[in-house]
């Protein structure tokens, strides 16, 4: 297992948002995280990345994370796209792109080239100031970032959020392919049960803070409650 | 320059780093009134030689204030504060210089090492008194900057007396002479070093990795530390920069005021009023602030007998508010938008 988790808690001040997540995921799959609102998707993110406090065991590729701070588990090879995408909204596109290139050493030249061959628009509006793009541009500029970074997991809050139905297909279409192409491990988080369980190997489902189901992503499609509560037929 | 600037490398990139560098939107009007001002400057030096001097003068000056007000955006930008001891520190550095040079090192020597001993002092202010205090909001660290500015001006008149020295030029000679107007070659001096420091900075930003990060560390510190960036060094070395910037400033103004341990004090409120007619936010606010404040007291001083030298300050204040009340954000700045 590339990540484990293993009763992971959390908390923000005084309110409790992970009440002992456990939950994995294998290298080279696509795992995603559904869940309501205020379920603990973003937090269970967060929690890897160590941008909420946490505690709980955390393994990334067999090792504990420990105390590691979001520094350092960005320079172990884990990308975290968080809420609101976190893009550098003053800078431009490719000031962003360098920014995700900047734990590593050496020519980012290469995966420059390919990151291009994903998103065309990209080297067109290189010069463009990364908050004029539209959402979904945002989006992708952001799953470009992260591949700069050549992240071993890529961590995706709610890459759907706010976008046209039509964008969010476009979108997980390309999280597929660099999936299978790029052999690019993923942790969606999404509300969008739909299309998160189309493009999920494995999911998992949140309730007040606890993993309620969890199995592959078919076997999930058919599940009764998931069909009711999350797919809505 | 990393090699996504390579691949990437091109024309395109100049006009568009120029319109980033003079800040977005809204900047048009500023920069007509600035472009209306420079015509002014010309036309009025090549009429009268005395203008002439006046003006390359008050552009010397200026570019003190600008650098240090540099400083002052600097360290805004990435611990949200301004640094009321940013003038001490100069003075300090400045003091610093002088005492190399007493103790025989030569004039660039003494420059170069207290640049260095500078930066290397401001990053560690920043690790030592700053960075603990963070966590307890932007008064406590205003507190510990006015404790800064009472720390180093003790300790200055402790170690070296509160009486006046001399600090020297780096160059000394006779003012050269184009066209029937004089230059000191003291200003001379000023304006290529300090402008010189300012470019080299923008270069930095602009066009390295780690200047990128550092912009990135000030402008979104949360979303820099996801993509690897150790952001409270970030602060730190903005720190460090800043004391730099300001030792330039300190060791440029020092031959024309003479070195105490207030030389500073009146330089740093112009450096205030640049800074703020910049925007704050904007380096290139704060260069061009400085230059206008420096060349227009300069002008008036001269000019308008009634304000000569002691009524400066007062007038720089005076544009100060002028300008705040018809552009809240200053020349270059934003409007204070912010999403909740």
């Known amino acids: 297992m590339l990540l484990e988790l293993e009763g992971v808690e959390a908390r923000y001040g005084p309110v409790q948002a992970l009440h002992g997540v456990s939950l994995q995921v294998a290298e080279g799959e696509v795992a995603a995280v559904l869940g309501g609102n205020g379920a603990g998707k973003t937090t269970t993110l967060r929690a890897i990345s160590n941008t909420v406090r946490r505690s709980g065991e955390i393994r990334f590729a067999g090792e504990s994370l420990g105390r590691k701070g979001p520094e350092a588990t960005a320079r172990l090879g884990i990308a975290h796209v968080p809420e609101g995408r976190g893009t550098f909204a003053e800078l431009t596109v490719q000031e962003n792109l360098r920014l995700g290139a900047y734990t590593r050493r050496g020519a980012a030249k290469e995966d420059l080239r390919r990151v291009c061959s994903y998103f065309t628009w990209i080297e067109r509006r290189r010069d463009q100031q990364a908050g004029t793009l539209s959402g979904g541009e945002q989006q992708m500029l952001a799953l470009a970032r992260a591949f700069m970074q050549r992240p071993r997991l890529l961590l995706l809050d709610e890459p759907s959020l706010g976008l046209a139905p039509l964008v969010v297909s476009e979108i997980f279409r390309i999280i597929k392919e660099l999936n299978e192409q790029e052999g690019l491990t993923v942790l969606v988080v999404e509300q969008n049960a739909n299309i998160a369980l189309q493009a999920a190997d494995r999911a998992y489902v949140l309730e007040a803070g606890k993993v309620a189901l969890s199995g592959a992503s078919a076997d999930l499609r058919e599940h009764e409650s998931v069909r009711r509560s999350y797919l809505g037929y | ?340």
């Open chain 2, 1 to 340: 320059m990393s090699s996504v600037e390579q691949t990437f490398g091109g024309a395109g990139g100049h006009v568009t780093a120029l319109r980033r560098l003079l800040g977005p939107r809204s900047t048009g009007p500023a920069v007509v009134l600035l472009l209306a001002y420079c015509v002014f400057l010309v036309i009025g030096s090549l009429k009268s030689t005395q203008f002439a001097q006046q003006v390359v003068s008050g552009i010397a000056s200026g570019a003190t204030f600008a650098a240090l007000a540099l400083a002052l955006v600097l360290i805004y930008r990435a611990t949200e504060v301004i640094n009321l001891a940013q003038g001490e520190m100069a003075m300090f550095s400045t003091y610093i210089a002088w005492q190399l040079l007493a103790w025989g090192v030569g004039y660039w020597g003494a420059f170069f090492l207290t640049l260095a001993i500078s930066f290397l002092g401001g990053i560690g202010i920043e690790r030592l008194v700053i960075r603990p205090v963070e966590r307890g909001g932007l008064l406590a660290i205003v507190i510990v900057t006015v404790g800064l500015f009472l720390l180093f001006d003790g300790l200055a008149l402790r170690i070296w007396g509160g009486l006046p020295r001399d600090f020297p030029p780096a160059i000394s000679g006779s003012p050269i002479r184009v066209g029937g107007v004089a230059f000191s070659v003291q200003d001379l001096v000023t304006v290529c070093v300090t402008i010189g420091a300012v470019i080299l900075l923008w270069l930095f930003f602009q066009f390295t990795k780690v200047g990128l990060a550092l912009r990135a560390a000030a402008l979104r510190p949360d979303a820099a530390r996801l993509v690897g960036v150790r952001v409270s060094w970030m602060l730190a070395l903005g720190w460090g920069l800043a004391a730099a910037l300001g030792a330039i400033a300190g060791m440029m103004i020092a031959p024309t005021t003479l070195l105490s341990p207030t030389f500073m004090q009146a330089i740093l409120l112009y450096a205030f009023a640049a800074a703020v007619l910049g925007g704050l936010e904007s380096p290139a606010g704060a260069v061009v602030g400085g230059l206008a404040i420096g060349v227009t007291i300069n002008l008036l001083g001269a000019y308008i007998g009634w304000i000569g030298s002691v009524l400066r300050l007062p007038a720089a204040l005076a544009i100060l508010l002028v300008v705040l009340l018809i552009k809240p954000s200053g020349l270059f700045g934003r409007a204070a938008v912010r999403k909740v």
